[in-house]
């Protein structure tokens, strides 16, 4: 099993949909979790940062983390077509060390 | 947030060439950098973490007299493919997390290279 498991996609919506973006993981010691957003060859622009569980709320963007089921979850409200990219889920453990990565999921929204 | 620079975007060299690329944090200290490579439609893949002013620290697989890290101040380090062949080819993307903050980690924009 990998450590964090993030559906690859493509999910597709209609301008103005809510979406749901998901991840899993397997170690109990991450308690760090950000979510990225990733243009086509582009570096991942840092979207939500979340320190052990809990929900965060920034504009259009809310994330949760549920630490008891390993799972977190970004959704956004009232979808753009600038939504489009990949999202990357991103997680750690102790302080100071590397994130490990989702896959990505690309989203497409569509005027 | 903090800004981190890397160049060059793109670069194509031949094959046996060595290529630097450089990662920078412009607003802030780093004490710790992270050199991440990704091929298409894949997850980021840390491949070292460069730590300033020893030496860096590389993950399994990853061949450090084929890759390699320098980290010589706080704002700077470079990643230089030496002796560059096609399967090297990737997207290089660099980070840096700021040494007063908090956990978040910055992505440079990467470095798309193509070894022909």
């Known amino acids: 099993q990998k450590e964090v498991e993030q559906d690859p996609g493509p999910l597709s919506v209609p301008e103005g949909a809510i979406v749901s973006l998901n991840c899993t993981y397997s170690n109990s010691a991450f308690q760090y979790f950000m979510w990225y957003r990733q243009y086509s060859r582009k570096g991942p622009e840092l979207l939500m940062y979340t320190y052990s569980s809990g929900n965060k709320e920034d504009g259009r963007f809310t994330a949760q983390v549920d630490k008891s089921s390993k799972y977190i979850s970004l959704f956004i409200r009232d979808s753009q077509p600038s939504d489009s990219a990949t999202y990357l889920c991103?997680?750690?453990?102790?302080?100071?060390?590397?994130?490990?990565f989702g896959k990505g999921t690309t989203l497409s929204v569509s005027s | 947030g903090a800004v981190v620079s890397q160049h060059p975007s793109w670069v194509i060299c031949k094959s046996g060439t060595s290529v630097k690329i450089e990662c920078r944090s412009l607003?802030?200290?780093?004490?710790?950098m992270f050199w991440y490579r990704q091929f298409p439609k894949q997850s980021l893949m840390l491949m070292a973490t460069?730590?300033?002013?020893?030496?860096?620290?590389?993950e399994q697989g990853v061949e450090k007299d084929k890759f390699l890290i320098n980290h010589a101040s706080l704002t700077l380090s470079t990643l230089t493919v030496t002796s560059a062949h096609p399967e090297d080819s990737s997207f290089y993307i660099c980070s840096a997390r700021d040494t007063q903050g908090d956990e978040k980690l910055f992505f440079g924009s990467g470095t798309q290279l193509s070894v022909l």
């Open positions: 460069s730590n300033e002013g020893s030496k860096a620290t590389y």
């Open positions: 991103a997680m750690s453990g102790q302080a100071g060390t590397a994130l490990i």
């Open positions: 607003d802030f200290q780093a004490t710790t």
